[in-house]
């Protein structure tokens, strides 16, 4: 895959979270039950980042938890190279409390799916919401997310590329784009 295109930079990102934060705060009407749960890789940056900017805001730490859902994906079987599984780290009681999911990259929302089947095992929440950085599309099941950083529609043979300074040295979004040359 080539670069298409730099979408957003560092203050970009930095803007979009801002929004985020704010609009989360003011769905729920403040943080009283607000739980916010990272999804692995990036999603759990996002996450962190979110925290940060809602401490900022409201001066309260909010549960901040990581969830892992390699094992729940419906495709799990059918992958050719050994899936890398982590651990969700809940340690705190979602039960009767309103948790928004992050995640980078919306696409086919089988990820989501594997997200609220894994999050389920950790309790009952009152509400769930979805937080992604980018919508690039293409759905495959009716799933939607409540906060959108960037709708960036996209063709089959694009992707969307977000790099973290956490490990990769740098806040980007990229449009990516096969290769012409095979």
């Known amino acids: 895959m080539d670069i298409k295109a730099k979408i957003i930079d560092e203050e970009g990102l930095s803007r979009i979270i801002t929004r ?57 079987r059918k992958r050719l190279k050994q899936p890398e599984v982590s651990v969700s780290n809940i340690t705190f009681d979602i039960n009767d409390k309103d948790v928004v999911i992050i995640d980078d990259v919306l696409y086919t929302g089988r990820t989501v799916r594997s997200a609220l089947n894994a999050l389920m095992d950790f309790g009952r929440p009152r509400t769930i919401q979805l937080c992604v950085l980018v919508d690039r599309g293409h759905r495959e099941l009716p799933i939607r997310a409540d906060y959108i950083g960037k709708s960036i529609p996209t063709s089959n ?25 095979k």
Do not use: C, Q, W
């Open 20 to 76: 985020i934060a704010h609009e989360i705060l003011e769905k729920n009407k403040g943080s009283e039950s607000l739980v916010l749960m990272g999804m692995k890789t990036r999603g759990e940056f996002l996450g962190r980042r979110l925290f940060e900017k809602i401490k900022e805001i409201e001066k309260i730490e909010l549960p901040l938890g990581v969830l892992d859902v390699t094992l729940y994906r419906d495709d799990f």
């Open 157 to 181: 043979k694009e992707e969307i590329k977000v790099k973290m300074k956490e490990i990769d040295g740098e806040d980007a979004i990229y449009l990516m784009e096969e290769s012409i040359i």
